[in-house]
């Protein structure tokens, strides 16, 4: 075959998987943009925690549509975890949903020991799961803030010592920061703390996992549209957030699910230890 039909035939190649996977990626509800060749996962295995609603969700839905068989975790909303998992079916996907407090280290183990019983091992896991307990100093409750510290930073803690006991030579490890540790707003700051946390766990573990070619990173959002927002802020709060982006607009969840996307695709590989900033902008 000459250079040409070459040439020809792999733009052929590249629309036809295009046509294809766009109705897959409607099915499931993802807005869609093509993957490279080297994000899928087919034959590998992502767990996202906090994986029922907003990023955690969008995250899981685009990591299956990369091919990826996904565990999705959740604290309370089952039905919505169940919905999550039957689109991912339906589009021919494979996927479990699993109820688990990541605040709790034997929940984390069974979380693993499900994927691991379902589908043979671990690539890919994303510490998601979060709250957002907001107040001044002087009127912070000690119940919403031991509630915070117990899922951000304890919960994610438990969920990276598993995935570092248990992810696979070539994986990848995420962990959601937030932008706010660069904003500090006033009322933010045990939430800031928790989420400064994130950057530490990243750089201090990559290193611990020297020698298995698995990256370990923070991505740190700014403001995006999803429950945790809406809850804390009133309509004119979140326009005023969306107007101080240079897009105008609040981030999506799959704003941030295409970051983790290319962070574990081949081509992230060399993004290693860091903490990412996926904020439009706003700082
Ligand atoms: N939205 C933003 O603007 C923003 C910005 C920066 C960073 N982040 C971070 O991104 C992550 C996701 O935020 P989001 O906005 O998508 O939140 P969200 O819409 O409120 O969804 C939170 C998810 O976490 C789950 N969850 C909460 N506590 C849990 C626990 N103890 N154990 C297991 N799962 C738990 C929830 O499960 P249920 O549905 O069962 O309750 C839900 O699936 C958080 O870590 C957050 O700090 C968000």
Redesign the pocket.
């Known amino acids: 075959m000459d250079s040409n039909n070459s040439t020809s035939r792999r733009k052929f190649l590249a629309l036809a998987a295009t046509a294809a996977a766009i109705p897959v990626a409607n099915a499931i509800g993802f807005e869609y943009s093509q993957p490279s060749q080297s994000q899928l996962g087919a034959g590998r295995v992502a767990i996202v ?9 969008a995250t899981a839905r685009r990591l299956a549509l990369d091919g990826y068989a996904v565990t999705v ?5 089952k039905d ?2 169940s919905r999550i998992v039957e689109d991912i079916k339906a589009a021919g996907g494979r996927a479990i949903f699993r109820q ?4 709790d280290p034997k929940a984390v183990k069974a979380l693993f020991d499900a994927t691991m019983e379902a589908f043979g091992g671990v690539d890919v896991v994303v510490s ?5 307990n907001t107040g001044l100093f002087a009127e912070m409750a000690d119940d919403a803030f031991d509630r915070m510290i117990a ?2 930073i304890k ?1 994610s803690f438990n969920v990276l010592r598993e995935a570092s006991r248990r992810t696979r030579d070539g994986g990848r490890i995420i962990s ?5 540790i660069q904003m500090k707003p006033a009322g933010a700051g045990a939430y800031a703390a928790s ?1 400064a946390a994130q950057e530490m766990y990243a750089g201090v573990l990559a290193k611990e996992l020297s020698g298995r070619r698995i990256s370990v990173n923070a991505i ?5 549209d ?4 809406r809850s804390k802020g009133t309509t004119e709060q979140l326009q005023g957030a969306a107007a101080m982006t240079p897009y105008g607009r609040l ?1 999506k ?1 799959e704003d941030i699910a295409n970051i983790i996307s290319l962070l574990c695709s081949e081509k992230g590989e060399w993004v290693n230890g860091q903490l990412i900033y996926a904020n439009g902008g706003i700082v």
Do not use: H
């Open positions: 925690t906090g994986s029922s609603r907003g990023i955690g969700a975790n959740y604290l309370t909303n919505m975890a688990a407090d990541v605040a998601n799961a979060g709250i957002m899922t951000n919960g959601l920061s937030s932008s706010i989420k740190a959002p700014g403001a995006v999803t429950d945790l927002l981030g969840p």
